[in-house]
């Protein structure tokens, strides 16, 4: 008697244990579908992604930064 609920226990635990790595590797194939169906970002109307830069204050350029060396 004692025997046959030990062979319960362990065809319980290696369905648990199968099932545990059957959805693990469901999850790791299919995670690019699953966050894309989870996490929807929405297309932006008008934006093909040439969008302008700003310009940088001042004019065409940049100005270089005038650098003291500290005298001693």
């Known amino acids: 008697m004692l025997q ?3 062979n319960v226990l362990a065809l319980t635990s290696f369905a648990v244990s199968a099932a545990v790595v059957g959805a693990g ?10 966050i894309k169906d989870l996490l929807p970002i ?6 093909d992604g ?4 700003p310009s ?7 100005s270089e930064i005038p ?3 500290p005298s001693f």
């Open 4 to 6: 046959k609920l030990i």
């Open 25 to 34: 590797a469901y999850v790791y194939v299919n995670k690019d579908a699953l």
């Open 42 to 47: 929405p297309e932006l109307p008008g934006l």
């Open 50 to 53: 040439d969008l302008p830069l």
């Open 56 to 62: 940088a204050p001042g004019g065409e350029g940049v």
């Open 67 to 69: 650098v003291t060396m």
